[in-house]
T-cell receptor, first 113, second 117 residues
Framework: GNSVTQMEGPVTLSEEAFLTINCTYT??????LFWYVQYPGEGLQLLLK?????DKGSNKGFEATYRKETTSFHLEKGSVQVSDSAVYFC????????????FGDGTTLTVKP | GAVVSQHPSWVICKSGTSVKIECRSL??????MFWYRQFPKQSLMLMAT?????????EQGVEKDKFLINHASLTLSTLTVTSAHPEDSSFYIC?????????????FGPGTRLLVL
């Protein structure tokens, strides 16, 4: 079946540091890939997505590139802020699973001033 | 952007009572809605998928008689936790997607925190 593996957390960074959260996936066919962010006590917000190989999703300074050859969708940001502290989920959605999303376990990011 | 609301955001109830949670798509028609459960510091667990006008499809291990899902319109789905018990306490999140493709982006509600005493 489909699966998503995320870099284990928690991740603690200083403000303005570079962020990478690794995400790899296993899926049949050609899934769409997503990053979601969850702030404390809230639901998930879509951060960015990519629907085909080599697509780059970007939003609010975050980027991730759909790499089919390495089955990866790593999240990056050049300079994190305290307000980026949250839990980040990598997810995929595939036709072979009726469009249902498969989520990674989430990575908690804490940014210190 | 697409907005999904949930009501209530918090609910505390006594064991044995039933609780209804509403999920609404405010500015788009949601052909499909998903219900998830999230335990503290864990990922989302899909409970069921509902399509407007048809019966919900439940994931393996989810009791359909306990978690009643109704998707009566293109903007509203409800989850009723029947005869709730303390082990049902959790964070329940819905998501909604519209459009013809089943790979349409899901938009998530803010979640409902249920505490059963």
């Amino acid at each position: 079946g489909n699966s998503v593996t995320q870099m284990e957390g928690p991740v603690t960074l200083s403000e303005e540091a570079f962020l990478t959260i690794n995400c790899t996936y296993t899926a049949t066919g050609y899934p769409s890939l997503f990053w979601y962010v969850q702030y404390p006590g809230e639901g998930l917000q879509l951060l960015l997505k990519a629907t085909k190989a080599d697509d780059k999703g970007s939003n609010k300074g975050f980027e991730a590139t759909y790499r089919k050859e390495t089955t990866s969708f790593h999240l990056e940001k050049g300079s994190v802020q305290v307000s980026d502290s949250a839990v980040y989920f990598c997810a995929l959605s595939a036709l072979t699973n009726a469009g249902k999303s498969t989520f990674g376990d989430g990575t908690t990011l804490t940014v210190k001033p | 952007g697409a907005v999904v609301s949930q009501h209530p955001s918090w609910v505390i109830c006594k064991s044995g009572t039933s609780v209804k949670i509403e999920c609404r798509s405010l500015d788009f028609q949601a052909t499909t809605m998903f219900w998830y459960r999230q335990f503290p510091k864990q990922s989302l667990m899909l409970m069921a998928t509902s399509n407007e006008g048809s019966k919900a499809t439940y994931e393996q291990g989810v009791e359909k008689d306990k978690f009643l899902i109704n998707h009566a319109s293109l903007t509203l789905s409800t989850l009723t936790v029947t005869s709730a018990h303390p082990e049902d306490s959790s964070f329940y999140i819905c998501s909604a997607s519209g459009g013809a493709s089943i790979l349409e982006t899901q938009y998530f509600g803010p979640g409902t925190r249920l505490l059963v005493l």
